[in-house]
């Protein structure tokens, strides 16, 4: 057991600050063709991709949810390792358009975005996935100025009932560790695996820059 005390709040835990940010990315786009940041690196992409590709339990026509889907890219790499069924959702209308006009310029037809906030009503989406993504969206949603505990509990209960029976949340996050993440998560989801990430030592130490880790959902 390990006891969970919540962050410090942050401007990443709001709206605004997110719409700004993907306002000057789609300036950036449309006048340089740059896609804005990828949030832990182009290396945390390729290995959740790589995972995902060589998961038994994942197929090409599984249902595959990028939350907080920002510009998109995760979501373009299945896309071209042949990826059927794709969907982003954003709470920012800015990054919904931003992924659409990379998805279009990318020539990669076969992604939905849709703008959805994951805290409010999920309906349409309940029971709909056989895999979840996140990566750095519960980091931001556990950041909010009001109420981040409330807003993590919703959360962690929106991706529960947007899963399928043993379907997989796939979390990335810079600001919980594994032992937090599995605490927080428990209710509703069980270890599935850890995506291995580079290490640091500090003194005898040792710990992750980011943790990556897959939970599958408990039939509850
Ligand atoms: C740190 S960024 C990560 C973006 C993207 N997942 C990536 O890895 O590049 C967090 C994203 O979560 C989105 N977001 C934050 N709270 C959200 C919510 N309640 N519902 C949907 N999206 C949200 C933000 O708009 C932003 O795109």
Not at 174 to 202: D, G, S
Request: charged share 25%; hydrophobic share 35%; with cysteine.
């Amino acid at each position: 057991m390990c006891d969970i005390s919540e962050l410090d709040s942050s401007e990443l835990g709001t709206k605004e600050y997110w719409d700004k940010q993907y306002e000057t990315e789609i300036e950036n786009f449309r006048q340089h063709g740059d896609m804005g940041d990828i949030w832990f690196g182009e290396d945390a992409v390729d290995r959740i991709v790589r995972w995902i590709t060589k998961n038994k339990d994942i197929k090409v026509d599984s249902g595959i949810v990028d939350i907080g889907c920002g510009n998109g890219y995760i979501l373009l790499n299945l896309a071209q390792r042949n990826f059927t069924k794709l969907l982003g959702i954003d709470y920012s209308e800015s990054a919904v358009l931003l992924a659409k006009e990379i998805a279009k310029k990318e020539n990669v037809p076969n992604v939905k975005y849709e703008v959805c906030n994951v805290l409010e009503d999920v309906t349409k989406l309940v029971n709909q996935f056989d895999v979840v993504h996140d990566k750095g969206t519960y980091d931001a949603i556990s950041l909010n100025p009001e109420n981040p505990k409330d807003c993590r509990e919703k959360y962690i209960k929106n991706i529960w009932s947007i899963l399928k029976l043993n379907g997989l949340l796939i979390i990335t996050s810079c600001n919980w560790t594994q032992e937090e993440l599995l605490e927080q998560f428990k209710e509703y989801f069980k270890l599935y695996e850890v995506i291995p990430t580079p290490q640091f030592k500090f003194g005898n130490k040792v710990g992750n820059v980011v943790t990556s880790i897959v939970m599958q959902n408990c039939n509850l």
